[in-house]
């Protein structure tokens, strides 16, 4: 780390998925991910409060153009919260 923040790139060349400019390209996919992670639990939280489904008074059309977000996506999120929604309720303990 300390030869990155000085800028030095390192080569190698039996290992090239070690080169610094790789690297880089990983730690901005990595991000990436992270961000769209974190976006998802946003729009999934924005869902149960408004989607008919859940808590809201919404249908899924309002819900969609509200949001912004691709019918797809709407559709996805949504699978995957009642997924999870019945998971916890078919757990006993």
């Known amino acids: 780390m300390e030869l990155l923040e000085k800028g030095i790139n390192l080569e190698f060349i039996n290992e090239p998925h070690i080169n610094t400019d790789y690297y880089k390209k990983m730690q901005a ?3 990436a991910i992270a961000k769209s992670g974190r976006e998802s639990v946003e729009m999934k939280n924005r869902i149960i409060k408004m989607s ?16 912004q977000i691709a019918r797809n996506t709407f559709y996805k ?17």
Do not use: H, P
Request: glycine fraction near 6%.
């Open 29 to 31: 996919q990595t991000a």
């Open 52 to 67: 008919k489904c859940f808590s809201g008074n919404m249908s899924d059309k309002e819900c969609m153009e509200i949001l």
């Open 77 to 93: 999120y949504k699978r995957e919260l009642l997924a999870e929604t019945e998971d916890a309720g078919s757990t006993v303990e």
